[in-house]
């Protein structure tokens, strides 16, 4: 049986459990537009609420691994050391960058008060020089969450979103900065939100 008929002056039957058949007095062409018309109220609700919150809030998301002691508005960028590539970027361009970037989430980029944190950041060169590796994680001090440094050592990566991305090291150094804020953005979205809540 076709539900929308093909002539609108029809009424809609609709048979519940093979049984029971109600039948609408309501024109199929109203129905139809009255299925419509709330179907594009509600995309139109769902756009304007996706447009209140930003990006990064979208796609943040909470992880006990990211979860830190005292205040998680201090946070040591370390980078670690880049090698030569052919894109010239450098060790304290990324540390640069990545600096400026938790500047402008509101993270002051500097060690905490018992060093107990720190974001680490590594940039390798693969493929003979012509691909690059970006990761960034939080590494905590095994002593201060916990856990016996003997066992586990005295730096630990408890579990947390993975942030990172591959490019080609053959490209300007804009594309290779503009890879490592992508990496940091993530990171630093899922990092506030871990801590904030």
């Known amino acids: 049986m076709d539900v929308f008929p093909k002539n609108g002056n029809k009424v809609i039957s609709l048979y519940l459990k093979g049984q029971t058949q109600i039948t609408s007095n309501i024109p199929v062409v109203k129905i139809k537009r009255k299925v419509l018309m709330n179907l594009l109220i509600l995309l139109l609700n769902l756009f304007i609420s996706l447009s209140v919150f930003s990006l990064n809030d979208l796609h943040a998301?909470?992880?006990?691994?990211?979860?830190?002691?005292?205040?998680?508005?201090?946070?040591?960028?370390?980078?670690?050391?880049?090698?030569?590539?052919?894109?010239?970027?450098?060790?304290?361009?990324?540390?640069?960058?990545?600096?400026?970037?938790?500047?402008?989430?509101?993270?002051?980029?500097?060690?905490?008060?018992?060093?107990?944190?720190?974001?680490?950041?590594?940039?390798?060169?693969?493929?003979?020089?012509?691909?690059?590796?970006?990761?960034?994680?939080?590494?905590?001090?095994?002593?201060?969450?916990?856990?016996?440094?003997?066992?586990?050592?005295?730096?630990?990566?408890?579990?947390?979103?993975?942030?990172g991305v591959f490019g080609n090291a053959?490209?300007?150094?804009?594309?290779?900065l503009d890879a490592v804020d992508e990496v940091v953005e993530e990171f630093i979205a899922d990092y506030k939100d871990s801590n904030l809540r």
């Open 61 to 163: 998301r909470k992880y006990n691994g990211l979860k830190v002691h005292g205040d998680h508005g201090v946070l040591e960028p370390i980078v670690s050391e880049v090698p030569k590539n052919r894109s010239g970027v450098t060790r304290k361009d990324i540390l640069k960058r990545v600096r400026l970037k938790l500047l402008e989430s509101g993270i002051k980029p500097e060690a905490p008060l018992y060093n107990t944190h720190f974001m680490e950041v590594d940039f390798v060169i693969l493929s003979g020089g012509t691909s690059f590796a970006v990761e960034v994680s939080l590494k905590k001090m095994a002593q201060a969450y916990g856990y016996d440094p003997q066992k586990v050592g005295k730096i630990i990566t408890l579990p947390q979103g993975k942030y």
């Open 170 to 176: 053959g490209r300007d150094k804009s594309y290779v």
